[in-house]
């Protein structure tokens, strides 16, 4: 870990200015990471197949999440203007830089687990 890392980690002039802070704001939510990974794992994916893919989310929930994502510039939804209406989700480079956490946050758990 470089000196910069242990520095955001340590060094707290206000908890709310933190990098850390902003990362969680971003991630923060039960299904958030759930969803960003699952959208990784199928690059482009629609909204029912992810619903299939992660079948412990309601509907609602799932759709307020991605909603969220989206308005955080992680992920990119793409409307189809056809019938039947079709919408596809991929992740964002914003979210695709959040990919390495993600692997990090794997390795962790099949070390701990």
């Not at 990098?19 to 704001?25: H, K």
């Not at 199928?42 to 999440?65: A, G, V, W």
């Not at 189809?80 to 993600?102: A, H, M, R, T």
């Amino acid at each position: 870990m470089s000196d910069d890392n242990r520095d955001c980690l340590k060094s707290v002039e206000s908890f709310d200015k933190t990098g850390f802070n902003y990362t969680m704001s971003k991630i923060n939510g039960k299904y958030k990471l759930t969803v960003l990974y699952a959208i990784y794992r199928h690059e482009i994916i629609r909204f029912n197949e992810l619903q299939r893919y992660l079948n412990m989310i309601s509907h609602k929930t799932l759709s307020n999440t991605l909603k969220e994502l989206e308005k955080d510039d992680l992920i990119i939804k793409k409307d189809y203007k056809e019938i039947p209406p079709k919408v596809e989700y991929s992740l964002s480079d914003k979210g695709k830089s959040f990919i390495p956490i993600l692997y990090a946050m794997c390795d962790w758990g099949e070390k701990y687990k």
